[in-house]
């Protein structure tokens, strides 16, 4: 009998695929239009291509030990120390393998934390058995360092072994020094203090690691993937050198000092960063003489990233920064609940956080394989790309005199300011989209619950005797969130919403494309879009725009509907009392009669929206 898949081809008879005949492909769908328009930058201006062939000889970088899962972190910042505690139970019952203690003053405190004395240290502390293989992490500042020596006091006078015990001091006052943008001392009178304070834990029997390279200082600031590990390279290194320099042997203090990274929605470059950092860190230890160990690197997922509107997305987005971080090899994540940015994270926020990592681990086993971008031409290619970048960076650090003194200099503000700036105007364009605050709004959104808690309040930490910029954290969305407030002020002063009469021309095939970006572009701010029907008589369509109560309108329809009615609909629009009119599109080549018309704007994929909404509340307040 024969078989129905007799006759099919087997793949030995298929021609072999090569880069040429994809090319040959490519170029017929751009149609003459550069190759080039397929190729992507970063911030840093790596070039990122559409198709990358199979690298060749790489092998996995060395990261957690083969098939172990990273620490699932729980973040612990409840200023009510015995409200923080019943939350640590809680999420160490419920799959939690560590906790990040936040202490007031620390780099990533974001407006609560801990308050730093030995009794909130011992409270937050109660019942959790320390040497039971719980990861331990501290996220302190200046003004909160005393939380360091509180719990090594505490963990003596329990009895419990501090080498039994796996607690990461975050000691990093250069973090402190880059967001503050000052110190009260120079760096040679801070190395005193941390390296004793280093020495001093570690003779009470702590393992460590102790000083921490905290990258998110640069990523929180707007700042790039080079610059946050330049910056991770140089204070590492600032620590490695104070350590060494205060007597400790270079090959125990190589375990001393620790990375923390963050980790966002940019799954790839993510990925390259992780692996880059501990390729870059060997050849650090390589270069002091020392057998290379794999680095522990901790993630944060990023505040940056987070969104004030529809913080439900902030799931997503930490969803794939999780899964970026622990497929690179992160040793301890920590996902910042979904509603951080509008305050203090209810029991579902963190409920939600927790198992973003347990599902990851548990259900989709990323753990199991080491590296598995090993190999990956796209992720080899912008590991080694970022690695060589940094690298150059880094040395830059040096050659001014170290990371305090290039902090002094502006070194990484002044790149880290350009990249914000070039970051923000990406955002601005909706470039670069942040899904439920630049595109895709709810307007309609229900209210977000959070705890309501007072923030601890601590006192200023000395005089500001050595000044320079500060690389203070931001959010990208911030920007789109402040006319959302305005509107939302507008509705509770006035009952209504600022509004935009969506003016369609034609047939649904006509309009319902723009409409829809119409509606999005300006939702985004805040301003409420009415939609309606299809008009072809400019009489009837400026009666429903009066009816609408709306201060603005806009066109939308096809260019073939708009080269037939923009004009005299422009014009009714503006007889029925419309000042402001836009017309979604490009206006090209009829723009002056368009204008001549009445249309007054024009808004567009590509165009400044952020510019064009804020103009917008301009022009309704002189109406």
Not at 37 to 66: H, M, N, Q, S, W
Not at 582 to 591: D, I, K, N
């Amino acid at each position: 009998m024969t078989s129905v898949t007799d006759d099919l081809p087997l793949a030995a008879d298929f021609p072999k695929a090569t880069d040429a005949d994809w090319r040959k492909l490519v170029d017929g769908v751009l149609k003459g239009a550069p190759f080039e328009k397929l190729v992507g930058k970063t911030y840093d201006g790596l070039k990122i291509e559409p198709l990358y062939p199979r690298a060749k000889g790489a092998a996995p970088v060395a990261g957690r030990p083969a098939a172990a899962p990273w620490q699932v972190m729980q973040r612990i910042d409840h200023p009510d120390a015995l409200a923080a505690n019943a939350q640590a139970l809680i999420d160490l019952e419920n799959g939690a393998t560590g906790l990040s203690l936040v202490f007031a003053g620390g780099a990533g405190s974001h407006g609560f934390g801990l308050e730093p004395t030995a009794d909130a240290v011992a409270k937050v502390l109660k019942d959790i058995h320390l040497d039971a293989g719980i990861g331990i992490e501290l996220q302190i500042g200046p003004q909160s360092r005393m939380a360091a020596i509180h719990l090594a006091e505490y963990v003596k006078s329990n009895g419990v072994d501090p080498a039994a015990c796996d607690i990461r001091f975050g000691l990093d006052p250069l973090a402190a020094c880059a967001v503050w943008g000052s110190s009260p001392y120079s760096w040679e009178e801070i190395v005193p203090a941390v390296t004793g304070g280093i020495k001093g834990l570690a003779a009470l029997g702590f393992k460590g690691p102790f000083a921490s390279a905290d990258g998110r200082v640069i990523h929180d600031a707007g700042g790039s993937e080079v610059q946050e590990l330049a910056f991770v390279l140089a204070c590492g290194v600032a620590y490695l050198r104070a350590i060494e320099g205060a007597g400790v042997p270079l090959a125990q203090a190589q375990g001393m000092v620790y990375a923390r990274l963050a980790a966002d929605a940019d799954q790839f470059l993510t990925m390259a960063k992780f692996r880059a950092l501990r390729l870059l860190w060997a050849h650090v230890e390589a270069a002091c003489g020392l057998t290379p160990k794999p680095l522990f690197i901790a993630a944060d997922t990023a505040w940056r990233m987070l969104t004030q509107r529809d913080p439900y997305v902030n799931m997503l987005r930490a969803t794939i920064a999780t899964f970026a971080a622990g497929l690179a090899g992160a040793n301890a994540i920590t996902v910042l609940p979904h509603t951080l940015a509008l305050g203090l994270p209810d029991p579902f926020a963190r409920r939600v956080a927790r198992n973003t990592q347990a599902l990851l681990l548990e259900e989709s086993n990323l753990a199991k394989v080491s590296d598995p971008a090993a190999g990956s031409g796209g992720i080899e290619t912008l590991t080694a790309q970022l690695c060589e970048a940094a690298w150059a960076l880094f040395q830059q650090s040096e050659k001014a005199g170290g990371a305090f003194a290039a902090l002094q200099q502006g070194l990484f503000q002044g790149k880290v300011a350009s990249t914000r700036k070039a970051r923000e105007a990406n955002l601005a364009k909706r470039r670069d989209v942040l899904t439920g605050a630049s595109e895709f709004p709810n307007l309609h959104e229900g209210e977000t619950a959070v705890l309501k808690a007072m923030p601890i309040a601590l006192a200023p930490y000395g005089d500001a005797k050595y000044k320079f910029d500060a690389l203070a954290p931001i959010r990208l969305a911030q920007p789109f969130e402040a006319l959302r407030d305005k509107s939302d002020a507008a509705l509770k002063a006035q009952g209504a919403r600022p509004s935009v009469f969506l003016a369609n021309l034609g047939t649904p095939a006509d309009f319902t494309a723009r409409a829809t970006f119409a509606k999005s572009f300006f939702e985004a701010g805040g301003i409420q879009a009415i939609d309606s029907d299809g008009f072809a008589d400019p009489a009837k369509l400026a009666a429903a725009f009066k009816v609408s109560g709306a201060a603005l309108a806009c066109l939308c329809s096809s260019d073939k509907a708009y080269a037939e009615h923009a004009e005299a609909a422009a014009k009714a629009l503006q007889t029925a009392g419309a000042r402001h009119i836009y017309l979604a599109g490009r206006p090209a080549e009829a723009e002056a009669a368009l204008r001549a018309a009445g249309v007054t704007g024009f808004v567009f994929a590509g165009a400044d929206a952020l510019a064009t909404l804020q103009d917008a509340y301009v022009l309704m307040e002189l109406a």
